[in-house]
């Protein structure tokens, strides 16, 4: 497989994914706290079913708790995270200096995102930067690790050893257009794709018969963005207001026709992993499961994805130690 083979980082996911094994990564929904111990609780739950874990950037454009710092206490307490970057509120200088310090502290998965528009969030006065987008930042980071300088070219003296990610979304038109621009993403240097949320799995399916026929499966790894769905209310919300989501009237209607609408979500996402598996040249699922990070390790389990091995097996105890060093 072209490209599929040679490593670049010692990231987990990265191993995980060129062994050929079924990857799982789970987002962390960043908490509106300054307390440690809030990214540990999520994480704890996270960790024990998936292979990394995403630390979002004001996704949506709404503020939380940084990418950066999230990823510093989740690389003390032995995770591993996949450190998404934005090009909405910084430039490339400021990312640069980033990308250093996130590999500095240990992070070993890069995930590089255009971003949403500030108008998409709760402060749409903010001013806007996109100094970069998807595209240049990923060559930016390609160029860092793999030729060791700057865009400058001032050299490095230690380039970061990252895994490099973007995202796609095959699910909104323009669809012919959709995998076309995957292959300029795999032209930029992206080494692992996650997807937008999936709710309608035949044109995932549609999506990958191009991405095979292109010969793109057997340049990237292509992990399949799901969750699951609280309610009907909130699945016509997440459609009318999240950008790039899309979801079906006949998914909305079993929601509404369900006694319990927060299980049948659940089983409706387990059902789409199950389907999702199947398809050829996908290589894994991103949980996206937005403040019900207790269910992950549920629709996990019953999608039939355990075991996987912990992310860290002396977890507990560094958990402990990073807190206890954090309150003194």
Known sequence: MDGMTQYSSGSRLERVLRSGRFAVTAELNPPDSADPQAVYDRALVLSTVCDAINATDASGANCHMSSVGICALLTRAGYEPVYQMSCRDRNRIAMQ????GAAAMGVKNVL??????????DQPEAKPVFDLDSMTLLRTVRIMRDKGHFLSGRKLDVPPKVFVGAAE???VPPYDFRPLRLGKKIEAGAEFIQTQYCFDVPRLREFMKVVRDKGYDKKVFILVGVGPLRSAKIAEWMRNNVPGVYIPDEIVNRL???????LEGKKLCVEIIQQVREIAGVSGVHVMAYRQEELVAEIIEEAGLLPRRRQSESLGANVSQTTARLNH
């Open 97 to 100: 200096g980033d990308l250093l």
């Open 112 to 121: 590089c995102l255009t971003g949403d528009g500030v108008q998409a969030g």
């Open 256 to 262: 509404k026709g369900a006694q319990k609408q927060q």
């Open 169 to 171: 979304n095959p699910f």
